[in-house]
């Protein structure tokens, strides 16, 4: 059964500079989901789209955006790179809101 | 969403059954119960959930108590690829998002 696809599945950056992450949901799914889990943490929610537009929002950092596209999938756009942002971004997709959501297998952001 | 309490750890051995217990006391009417786990660093896999009723799928059973404060996740005969940190997490069905809270990490042995 097809999968959520995440690219590219490790990226390095330097501070300050940018990085998008990419979401390919399960086909048919509507709602896409971000995360974020640094070293030793759980996941933590960001940000949440549902037929396009945004449906909720976490302790996502204002240099962080998001979009969801006509063809359902989405990106994280990430700005000005601390070292902090180094961790591993989950996306997930449901059919709806609140239905059980499958998550990707996950980007790895190493900020240096 | 109602915040939900589970032991930090447990050890389980291969072959044997895996109840995991989950404490959510402050769950409302409208909140499900989702279990999910991480096996190193990979994508949260879902496992399981429900609101009232008990469920049974071909990984674990769900139990939930009759006032819905607590539920056993049961694994029935644990593998050692079972070896994970398991979520229990509390969810309103009109939004979605998961509030990960700190898990249970499952350990089991030969």
């Known amino acids: 059964a097809a999968g959520v696809i995440q690219s590219p599945r490790h990226l390095i950056k330097e501070k300050r500079e940018t990085a998008t992450l990419k979401c390919y949901p399960i086909p048919r799914h509507d709602t896409v989901y971000w995360y974020q889990q640094g070293p030793g943490q759980d996941p933590q929610f960001l940000i949440s789209f549902y037929e396009k537009m945004q449906s909720d929002k976490g302790s996502i950092p204002d240099r962080f955006s998001a979009q969801q596209f006509s063809d359902y999938h989405s990106e994280l756009n990430m700005s000005s790179l601390e070292l902090g942002d180094s961790a591993l971004y989950f996306c997930a997709s449901s059919f709806a809101r609140g239905n059980e959501q499958f998550f990707g297998p996950g980007t790895r952001l190493t900020v240096l | 969403d109602a915040k939900t309490t589970q032991p930090p750890s447990m050890d389980c051995a291969e072959g044997r059954a895996a109840n995991l217990p989950c404490n959510h006391s402050?769950?409302?009417?409208?909140?499900?119960v989702y279990w999910y786990r991480q096996i190193h660093s990979q994508g949260p896999q879902y496992i399981i959930h429900?609101?009232?009723n008990n469920e049974t799928n071909e990984m674990a059973s769900l139990i939930i108590t009759e006032d819905r404060k607590s539920s056993t996740l049961i694994l029935p005969h644990a593998t050692l690829r079972d070896t994970a940190v398991y979520y229990c997490i509390v969810v309103t069905d009109s939004w979605g998002k998961f509030q990960f809270g700190a898990g249970t990490q499952v350990v089991v042995t030969p």
């Open positions: 429900g609101l009232k």
């Open positions: 402050t769950i409302s009417g409208n909140e499900y």
